[in-house]
T-cell receptor, first 112, second 109 residues
Framework: NAGVTQTPKFRVLKTGQSMTLLCAQD?????MYWYRQDPGMGLRLIHY???????AKGEVPDGYNVSRLKKQNFLLGLESAAPSQTSVYFC???????????FGQGTRLTVV | EDKVVQSPLSLVVHEGDTVTLNCSYE??????LLWYKQEKKAPTFLFML????IEKKSGRLSSILDKKELFSILNITATQTGDSAIYLC?????????FGAGTRLTVKP
């Protein structure tokens, strides 16, 4: 059982570069989320999706874009990376809003 | 704006102690509250609570929700060094799931 898979696991970017993080789930979940985790700040919601073709902003959406063209995939894009986006990024998915969320293993991104 | 507040932010205890972690929330359209444990990598699920007053229990861990006072507690009895982790509280509204800052628990031998 793959569950939730994030790629890549590590990445170093230069300021101004762009990249896309991929989240894939094989549990047929409707809801998917992208979070970032910084020391002492828990997980902060960037964007989320409640179904294929839908996306919405979370707490800290600036500098990020997302797409959910297929139900199983949720992509997070950084168009012009900044050092403030250095963080660990987690993707999660769930059946709905009263269900356990399953997490990927995280992507450690460093922007220099 | 939806808010989830955990306390304390950090806690150091010795093996065998009992700890109580707190989570208070202000959320529109509350659906559920979840507790997660995070060691080195991804958070792992502990409990989901939707109704007041019903204790969820798993081994030495237990949790309860008070929807009137808008808080939950997570209790760990007879702590062990393996309980050292960040404990995260999350609350679902109709669509999204918001987390608190977490409580970093350190259990010393």
């Amino acid at each position: 059982n793959a569950g939730v898979t994030q790629t890549p696991k590590f990445r170093v970017l230069k300021t101004g570069q762009s990249m896309t993080l991929l989240c894939a789930q094989d549990m047929n979940h409707e809801y998917m989320y992208w979070y970032r985790q910084d020391p002492g700040m828990g997980l902060r919601l960037i964007h989320y999706s409640v179904g294929e073709g839908t996306t919405a902003k979370g707490e800290v959406p600036d500098g990020y874009n997302v797409s959910r063209l297929k139900k199983q995939n949720f992509l997070l894009g950084l168009e012009s990376a900044a050092p403030s986006q250095t963080s660990v990024y987690f993707c999660a998915s769930s059946y709905g809003s009263a269900a356990e969320a399953f997490f990927g293993q995280g992507t450690r991104l460093t922007v220099v | 704006e939806d808010k989830v507040v955990q306390s304390p932010l950090s806690l150091v205890v010795h093996e065998g102690d009992t700890v109580t972690l707190n989570c208070s929330y202000e959320v529109t359209n509350f659906r559920s509250l979840l507790w997660y444990k995070q060691e080195k990598k991804a958070p792992t699920f502990l409990f989901m609570l939707t109704s007041s007053g019903i204790e969820k229990k798993s081994g030495r861990l237990s949790s309860i929700l008070d929807k009137k006072e808008l808080f939950s507690i997570l209790n760990i009895t007879a702590t062990q060094t393996g309980d050292s982790a960040i404990y995260l509280c999350a609350v679902y509204n109709n669509n999204d799931m918001r987390f608190g800052a977490g409580t970093r628990l350190t259990v010393k031998p």
